[in-house]
């Protein structure tokens, strides 16, 4: 894959994933101001569990898909028909089981209501998943971005809406699914175009593909509820109030995750195809992913502890949010890890060593659990917090063993440099803003600038200067790995 395409595939996954992290962002933020923490958290639980269960029905295939994809996309009419029939069985079942445990659980009625029609989203959103797939295997994934950012700018727009004609959250869950069914048809419409189905179930061929991605799946499940362990057991220990508090830090950090997330699904093609070239290219893929993810994650965390408080000041305008300041900053410190383990996961999926991602979230989750009940029953929020620490220090360990024992050993000062350049700027930026106590809006303006211009220019110096950097965004040579 060349330089080029790699560029437009990431910043085509960039974008997508930053519209949804903004419009999400803004959502979450309007509901917050226009019907409280309590409605929030009503409204981010239920999102949890469709979550979880459209995860747990479509993020295995997605991936199983993508790899095969990669390797054989002569078999993409095949993968097609037979793969969407078995993700729609998939994730009917998941919305029923869904429905099952909600009932179940101690929810008032309406929270159960919003977590059944928010529900009804697992199926399409479930079923554009496989088409997305196809299009990373295919390495079109600009034809995602088309696909899905109107879509979601048009979605905000009308959620807005009902919320200045104060409609409830159940009247946004209900959006939400008519706009992840408009997301799937836009993209089968786009993917018929360029690759012609082969109209016929292929039973043999879907149990095969079910056995393939069983593992898959199962990572996938025991990994989704471990991200949202903290309100589910806040959801059941405490109140619909505190999971909305809780939710408030998450949406703070989840730009972040949505971008490194997208950068290493860019990745992945390239790493599966890397494998056959020698161990040394591979490290040095993952290598660059992992610093260009701390290049964002480090100086992060700087900003949470200098200025979080005042971001959520600014953003919800709320006295219920102020509580959660120090919350956040223990929370953020978990994103000194995240790199690592995205980058790591996608890593071993790519050379086929899947069983050791599978026993890293089983283990994780075994301690998140332990120490979430014990933790978030005495401390509630900042208990949370703590166990978020602690699976991530989990998860970063198992993996980073199953890595170096089993392909590489990372150079580390090479990794880590240029974040941590970054990094110590931004936290004299911001000693000598404090010393001139300058307004918070000035403060952010200076160091977003300070902050781009230095990663501009490491980045560049990286790449061996600006006429470099400029021939590789802009060259239409086809150059492979």
């Known amino acids: 894959m060349g330089q080029q395409k790699l560029l437009t595939n990431t910043l085509s996954l960039l974008v997508n994933r930053l519209v949804q992290s903004l419009t999400s962002f803004v959502l979450v933020a309007s509901i917050a101001r226009t019907l409280g923490a309590y409605e929030l958290g009503r409204y981010l639980l239920a999102f949890s569990y469709y979550y979880i269960f459209m995860v747990i029905a479509s993020q295995g295939l997605k991936t199983l898909f993508t790899r095969e994809l990669s390797r054989k996309p002569e078999e993409m009419p095949v993968y097609l028909v037979s793969g969407t ?107 018929t175009r360029v690759v012609k189905p082969k109209w016929q179930i292929n039973q043999n061929f879907i149990w095969s593909l079910f056995k393939s991605a069983r593992t898959f799946m199962l990572i996938d499940a025991v990994g989704i509820v471990s991200s949202r362990m903290g309100i589910l057991i806040i959801s059941l220990l405490g109140s619909e109030l505190l999971v909305g508090l ?11 995750t949505l971008v490194c997330d997208s950068i290493c699904m860019a990745a992945f093609p390239v790493m599966t195809k890397a494998v056959g070239l020698g161990r040394e290219k591979l490290r040095q893929i993952t290598e660059n992913v992992i610093e260009m993810l701390l290049c964002v994650s480090l100086p992060l965390i700087i900003v949470m502890f200098f200025i979080g408080n005042d971001l959520i000041t600014l953003i919800y305008k709320h006295p219920n949010f102020n509580q959660v300041s120090l919350v956040l900053k223990v929370s953020s410190l978990s994103l000194i890890t995240y790199p690592f383990m995205r980058t790591f996961v996608y890593l071993l999926l790519a050379n086929g060593f899947e069983k050791f991602n599978l026993g890293e979230v089983i283990i994780t989750n075994v301690v998140g659990l332990l120490s979430g009940v014990v933790l978030i029953s005495q401390y509630k929020l900042m208990g949370a917090a703590f166990m978020q620490l602690a699976m991530g220090l989990t998860g970063f360990s198992l993996l980073t063993y199953a890595v170096y024992t089993n392909l590489f050993s990372l ?34 303006l200076i160091s977003t600038c300070v902050y781009a211009l230095l990663a501009g220019y490491l980045v560049i110096n990286k790449f061996g200067g600006i006429r470099s950097v400029w021939l590789k965004l802009f060259s239409m040579s086809s150059e492979k790995i």
């Not at 099952?100 to 554009?128: A, Q």
């Open 411 to 444: 150079r580390l000062w090479r990794v880590t440099r240029r974040p941590l350049i970054i990094s110590v700027a931004m936290v004299l930026v911001f000693f000598i803003l404090q010393k001139f106590r300058v307004d918070f809006i000035f403060v952010l």
């Open 85 to 191: 029939f078995l993700q729609m069985l998939l994730s009917i079942l998941a919305y029923i089981v869904q429905v099952i445990v909600v009932f179940l659980l101690p929810y008032n009625s309406d929270t159960s209501m919003t977590c059944y029609i928010m529900g009804l989203t697992i199926i399409p959103f479930s079923l554009s998943n496989i088409t997305e797939a196809i299009f990373q295997a295919q390495e079109r994934m600009n034809l995602i971005s088309i696909s899905t950012v109107p879509v979601y700018v048009l979605r905000l727009v009308v959620m807005l809406w009902f919320l200045h004609l104060n409609y409830g959250v159940n009247y946004l869950a209900g959006i939400l699914a008519i706009s992840e069914t408009l997301v799937f048809v836009i993209e089968w419409i786009l993917l």
């Open 246 to 256: 809780y939710g408030v830090i998450g949406q703070l950090m989840l730009p972040f």
